[in-house]
């Protein structure tokens, strides 16, 4: 276990990137906070480095072991050298640790604290999971098992401890700002702007299109170039970075796959987000905005599960009209049936109703402690 008596000096996450950004989002995340915000050394292993550089540009895609923003960062290969100096081991996403690390650290005299970070779900059981231990078959050691989630009982979300403040200073002009940084005019009321980042199974061009065919003008900016076949298929050009596309009323902005931070501006200048996976639908809920959640696809319909959780908890707040046009519209967005014109015009009419809750949400899950600070105090409770 942890050294008695002392702060947990040293902690190394270990991140498998299974696919896209999500999982290096999380641990990029969780590491900047818990160096930043808590003062602890922070090893950050991860297998692949090229969705860590997308989020931050500073990192070198081809370094073994390099420090950016004050946290090491080290490629994790097979049979790469673990240090036995860690105090605690943060198994992200439960991505699997190799038998020889494990024999390692079993065989020391103070074993490492060893935490299963899990994938975030609005579901009732994660209550009753969180903080569950597991031990080894074969050695002594333990697993703790440790869930983000949305109510007090979890580990609540990652959250920078300035984030609401710098949300709601970026005002008109900051947005205005942004829109330009990126060769764009800013949009002003009453264009209605929206972020799109979706997986490409969404079925984004037929909403675009009734977008387009509508009498609201609207801008929908889309980072990285995932999206572009079904923004070419309904503009007819050639899409490229930087360009807008304009069709009826709309007005398509591409812009470039943002740095983390960027993307949390994006979201903050526009009206209404949608966003998928797990890092992107957290941040769109502290931006304060409406959203739509697309979670990422999983075989056995546990993702449909999630989404209903979600809704079941985001909707018990809201006029059941609202409600049920939320639920109507997400449930279209991630393969229901059902008319996208009318699913559309359904969640416009709710977006003031929408605009109010979204602000008490975030409130609402500000009050619970961060997950960072949750993670720091259970290792610190585990201390023998
Ligand atoms: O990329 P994702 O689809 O990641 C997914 C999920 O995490 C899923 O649960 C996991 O199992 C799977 O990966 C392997 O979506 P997510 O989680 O929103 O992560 C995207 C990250 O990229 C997030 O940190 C926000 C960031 N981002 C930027 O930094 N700039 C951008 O321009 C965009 C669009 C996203």
């Known amino acids: 276990m942890v050294t008695a008596h002392s702060k947990p000096a040293t902690w190394d996450i270990f991140c498998k990137v299974v696919d896209n950004f999500g999982d290096a989002g999380v641990c990029w995340r969780l590491a900047r906070i818990l160096q930043h915000e808590h003062g602890l050394r922070v090893r950050l292993w991860i297998d692949d480095l090229a969705p860590l550089q997308a989020l931050c ?6 370094a073994r072991a390099q420090r950016v923003e004050n946290i090491d960062v080290r490629q994790w290969t097979v049979g790469a050298r673990i240090p036995d100096d860690g105090a605690v081991v943060i198994e992200a996403f439960g991505c699997g640790l190799s038998d020889e690390h494990v024999t390692q650290m079993a065989a020391r005299t103070h074993p490492p604290l060893w935490i299963v970070l899990e994938y975030l779900s609005a579901e009732t059981w994660v209550d009753e999971h969180h903080r569950l231990a597991s031990p080894h078959p074969r050695l002594a050691l333990k697993r703790w098992f ?3 989630g949305f109510t007090a009982r979890t580990g609540g979300l990652l959250r920078e401890a300035d984030l609401p403040a710098r949300r709601d200073a970026f005002g008109p002009e900051q947005q205005q700002a942004f829109w330009r940084s990126h060769g764009h005019t800013g949009a002003v009321s009453p264009v209605l702007k929206l972020s799109l980042f979706a997986y490409a199974d969404a079925p984004v061009a037929a909403w675009l299109t009734v977008l387009a065919q509508g009498t609201q003008p609207v801008v929908v900016a889309v980072p990285g170039p995932s999206l572009l076949p079904a923004v070419q298929a309904v503009c007819g050009s050639a899409p490229h970075e930087g360009s807008a596309l304009r069709r009826g009323a709309l007005e398509v902005r591409l812009l470039p796959f943002l740095p983390q931070a960027q993307y949390d501006e994006l979201l903050w ?3 209404f987000n949608l966003v ?3 890092d992107s639908f957290v941040r769109a809920q502290w931006a304060a905005r409406p959203l739509v959640w697309q979670p990422y696809r999983q075989e056995d319909g546990a993702h449909q599960r999630k989404m209903e959780a979600f809704l079941g908890r985001y909707g018990a707040g809201l006029p059941p009209a609202t409600a049920a046009a939320t639920a109507a519209f997400w449930r279209l967005w991630n ?3 059902g008319d ?7 969640l416009r009419a709710a977006a003031p109703d929408l605009a109010k809750h979204a602000r008490h949400w975030a409130d609402q899950l500000a009050a ?3 997950l960072a600070a949750q993670l720091v ?3 610190h409770d585990k201390v023998e």
């Open 57 to 62: 540009p500073a990192i070198d895609g081809d």
């Open 146 to 148: 440790f869930f983000p």
């Open 269 to 271: 200048a526009c009206d």
């Open 276 to 278: 998928r996976g797990e």
């Open 335 to 337: 393969g229901g049936s």
């Open 340 to 346: 996208m014109v009318t699913a559309w015009a359904g």
């Open 368 to 370: 619970f402690r961060d």
């Open 377 to 379: 105090e259970f290792a």
